[in-house]
């Protein structure tokens, strides 16, 4: 800290909803040394999109570090447990294939999994990819139980995320960070106030003439913005040619049975559609591409595709997929949407803002405002909106449909050099270039090249150091045994249930 700067004593969040009360949680527990004042700002008037309500992994962390409880967690937000994604439709149609959490098999002697897998399908008589996933088995069979520390059990290798309800978790939030000091102003901003030599944002001016100032701002306004897009002008990276789904219509439905411990993606004519199971109702939404259907045709396919009667009028959204050219810009940081929007597929949204919120706190500001603190936040971000947009591409890319000019567009699209390096990488050996803050490790990218039929011509040539009939011995164990714990775990109703069922 330089001598003319001090720390930070005010942060306003503006806007609620998942963003919002995800960053003013953590500020509460993390930020709030006594001294420093966290205000959020949010109007009642203006709704939340909250259609991320399916995450990844990570989620995990995030609750652990704001000390929630699990089965307070699940049983208020109406969770249920998640062991990856179903996708049906997107190979070609008829096909489906799971993109399963957790490791795949184990490796031998310090040689991935799936090159061994590889060597041996081809000597024909190697059980599905799949089979080797304790997540995948225990998916397959409807049923779910946490995992275990013991390496030599099966169950150390299940991974797990949930889903919930995003309205509920904002609330369930935003009851822990009002409880630790957050204070929240009810009111619709009318106008920013800047400095006039800095720039900076000084303060946020209601529509009733109040006035909320701050040294630090957290913009999580959605869409709109208000902060970093409006305000300061930060442009924004389109990536609509990659990824030309614009639109989404969301609507729940009635839960039915049985509760499937993962999330489905459909896809159809010129999109997509989700399905994800909550406690008390199954959320459902179709995305899809305005260039190559109507937003009325979009909807009738999703009302025709329900499992259960709908609950309420479906909701229509625009966006654009893409980025900000910056992050943090001044005294802004753009959280969620106001930072950027990659569309649903892999449950990565809530993982987004999570990332920022960390990364934020790691290179929290004093009044100096360091440049090089700006720098390297924008850096990490960006190189982690990179990472996930490209594994997004790889869905569509990897196709062989062509039953469509959507399928047709997308299967036929340049795509971004780092994504065709490694795809081409991948053809030849199998090999995966992990990239080292890459969100997704070796075992997804394995499994939606193999899922979408991106097959490679040799594999790993230290493979065939081993003795093949001892790592064939052993991988046929290795699924005797997934398939066993799996049928042993208590279905996944069940499991919920009985441990955190919902309550209000």
């Not at 490694?422 to 080292?436: S, T």
Request: with cysteine; proline share 5%.
């Amino acid at each position: 800290m330089s001598e003319a700067a001090a720390p930070i004593e005010s942060v306003v969040i503006v806007g609620g909803g998942t963003a919002g009360w995800m960053a003013a949680a953590a500020a509460s527990r993390y930020l709030n040394d006594g001294r420093r004042s966290i205000t959020l700002v949010e109007s009642d008037a203006i709704g939340t999109v909250g259609v991320g309500e399916a995450t990844i992994p990570p989620i995990l962390q995030f609750n652990g570090l704001l000390g929630i409880d699990e089965k307070e967690f699940v049983a208020k937000t109406g969770a249920t447990f998640k062991l990856g994604i179903e996708f049906v439709n997107w190979g070609g149609v008829g096909e489906r294939y799971l993109h399963p959490f957790g490791t795949i098999g184990r490796d031998f002697e310090g040689v991935a999994f799936h090159q061994h897998w590889l060597k041996h399908r081809r000597a024909g008589g190697m059980a599905d990819f799949e089979r080797f996933s304790m997540s995948a088995q225990a998916a397959a069979a409807h049923r779910f139980a946490a995992p275990v520390s013991d390496p030599r059990s099966p169950a150390s290798q299940l991974a797990y995320a949930y889903h919930f309800d995003a309205g509920l978790y904002a609330k369930f939030l935003r009851e822990r960070a009002e409880g630790q000091g957050v204070r929240r102003v009810e009111g619709r901003i009318a106008s920013v106030e800047r400095d006039g030599e800095s720039g900076h944002v000084t303060a946020l001016v209601l529509d009733d003439g109040r006035r909320v100032a701050g040294q630090f701002f957290i913009d999580c306004s959605g869409f709109r913005s208000l902060l970093l897009g409006e305000t300061l002008g930060v442009g924004y990276r389109d990536w609509s040619h990659w990824l030309p789904c614009d639109r989404a219509i969301a609507v729940p439905s009635q839960r039915t049975d049985p509760l499937l411990p993962y999330t489905r993606a459909t896809a159809r004519e010129a999109g997509w559609q989700w399905r994800i199971p909550l406690q008390h109702r199954t959320g459902n939404g179709h995305v899809y591409s305005s260039g190559f259907t109507t937003d009325d045709r979009a909807q009738e396919i999703l009302l025709a595709n329900l499992d259960g009667a709908p609950t309420a009028d479906p909701r229509r959204l625009s966006f654009k997929a893409g980025v900000r050219e910056k992050l943090w810009e001044k005294n802004v940081v753009a959280l969620g949407l106001s930072g950027g929007f990659l569309e649903p597929l892999e449950s990565t949204s809530i993982h987004l803002i999570q990332t920022g919120i960390s990364k934020l706190f790691w290179l929290f500001p004093d009044t100096a405002h360091a440049e090089v603190e700006r720098r390297e936040y924008n850096r990490l971000m960006s190189e982690q909106f990179d990472y996930i947009r490209d594994f997004i591409i790889l869905h569509y890319k990897a196709t062989t449909r062509a039953d469509t000019p959507f399928w047709q567009y997308v299967r036929d699209m340049p795509i971004p050099d780092t994504l065709a390096h490694k795809i081409e990488l991948f053809r030849e050996k199998g090999r995966i270039l992990r990239y080292d803050h890459d969100l997704f490790e070796v075992p997804s990218w394995v499994s939606v090249m193999f899922g979408q039929g991106i097959w490679p011509t040799g594999h790993d040539a230290v493979a065939d150091s081993l003795d093949e009939a001892l790592v064939a011995g052993t991988m046929e164990r290795m699924v005797a045994a997934y398939a066993d714990l799996a049928q042993r775990m208590p279905p996944h109703a069940d499991h919920v249930a009985r441990t955190a069922p919902m309550r209000g």
